[in-house]
Structure formats: C-alpha cells, structure tokens
C-alpha cells in the first residue's frame, strides 16, 4: 500500500517577492553600471545609459508578469 503523498509547500509570497524585487534593483544597477562606463569612453552623454536601463526595465516587467502569471 502506497502513503499518500504530501502537497509540496509554496515558500511564502513576501520571500518570492522580495527576492523578485533584489533581482530587479541589481539588475538596474548593472544597466546603469554599463551604461555610465559605455557613456564615458564614447563620450555620448547619457545614450547608452538610457537605453540600457530601458532595456533592462522592459526586460524586467516582462520577467515580471511571467512570474506573477505562474503564481496566480
């Protein structure tokens, strides 16, 4: 006779979050990070700092609402 097996445990909601939300601020980071060095060695102003941290926004909403569509 087989035992039942257990549900697996969801981990919690705020630490799926906050974990989601670290991931986005570092991410950011970087954006600006690369697009500040890129910035100051082709002398453009803030172009590719810019372009960078909306890429990386886009990408992170996008990231976003995948997540949020598997947890719901």
Known sequence: MKTPKKPKKRPKTWAL?????LQMGVTLYLASKAGKALDAH???GRTFTLVF?????????YGLIKFLNRYN
């Open 53 to 61: 941290l909306m890429l990386m926004l886009a990408l992170n909403m």
């Open 42 to 44: 082709w002398e453009t």
């Open 17 to 21: 979050l906050s974990g989601t939300a």
